[in-house]
């Protein structure tokens, strides 16, 4: 079954949705302004029946002001009952009793109005669950869409695709990730430069890949050089889950030339990776 990321259209769904509701509340609020005109609301006080007799500017909500009884002509409790207030009041109205303008809605607007907010709500859901569906991260099938920047012989070639296998920051902030193809190569392409083609992969094929690299070779783990011994045969590391060892430079050809702060991958062997916890014991033939 072909593996499809929806997010492009849950957010095509989601902006006709938010377009049908704008309409409906835009529609509800002509209404109401067609109404107060036809009955010849006041415009002084805009059917709120009090009026701004002074406001300092300073506050957008308008919560240092004083006002006063509407005292225009023909301006009633009947007249403000039958126009009802006018949409344009946007300001004071929390100061004031019954000051607040709310649409009117018809009981099939109010339905369907409720009907849109519910599966706007829902798809705006659904959209987060397909963003992080697809987001780059251990135990997802990647594939590099974009070259990357520097030498051409030090970029991941666009096509390349395999087991995402750990996520990690540089020294300059940018995420990293370390993936192993089919054949068992190794990659560090930028986070931002891939796309993930299956976020639920089978993982039989990819277990047994690890297990005879690491039979064959030790254990892989993404590492940042925290310390260097003094005679030079050794390093402090702390890989990218928090474990902290020093690993000698002949357990680790990677580490020959190492300097501190430098983040690389190395590969450890299988009873040291195991003596510090990365392995679990049981896993280990």
């Not at 003094?230 to 030339?257: F, H």
Request: aromatic residues 6%.
């Amino acid at each position: 079954m072909k593996i499809v990321n929806r997010s492009d259209e849950l957010k095509s769904r989601l902006g006709d949705l938010s377009r049908e509701l704008s309409v409906l509340e835009r529609d509800a609020v002509l209404r109401d302004e067609k109404k107060f005109d036809d009955v010849s609301g006041c415009k002084t006080c805009r059917g709120r029946g009090w009026v701004v007799t002074w406001d300092t500017l300073d506050s957008m909500s308008g919560c240092y002001h004083e006002s006063s009884s509407c005292s225009a002509e023909g301006c009633t409790p009947e007249s403000r009952e039958l126009s009802g207030l006018h949409p344009s009041n946007t300001k004071y109205d929390n100061f004031h009793n019954n000051s607040r303008y709310n649409p009117a809605y018809s009981d099939e607007d109010v339905e369907k109005k409720t009907n849109l907010e519910t599966e706007i709500s829902q798809v705006r859901a659904e959209i987060d669950v397909e963003i992080r569906r697809f987001t780059p991260e251990e135990g997802k099938i990647v594939k590099v869409v974009k070259a990357g920047r520097g030498p051409k012989d030090r970029q991941v070639p666009v096509g390349t695709s395999g087991l995402v296998k750990k996520s990690f920051f540089n020294d300059w902030g940018t995420q990293k990730l370390l993936i192993v193809d089919k054949t068992g190569n190794k990659w560090w392409p930028h986070a931002k430069k891939v796309a993930v083609i299956d976020p639920e992969p089978d993982m039989e094929f990819w277990n047994r890949l690890e297990q005879k690299e690491r039979n064959m070779t030790g254990f892989p783990v993404v590492a940042t050089i925290k310390a260097v011994a003094r005679s030079g045969k050794a390093s402090l590391i702390r890989t990218t889950t928090g474990v902290e060892m020093w690993v000698p430079k002949s357990q680790a050809a990677e580490l020959d030339g190492a300097r501190r702060g430098q983040t690389l991958s190395l590969m450890l062997p299988m009873w040291l990776a195991t003596e510090k916890g990365l392995v679990p014991k049981e896993r280990v033939s």
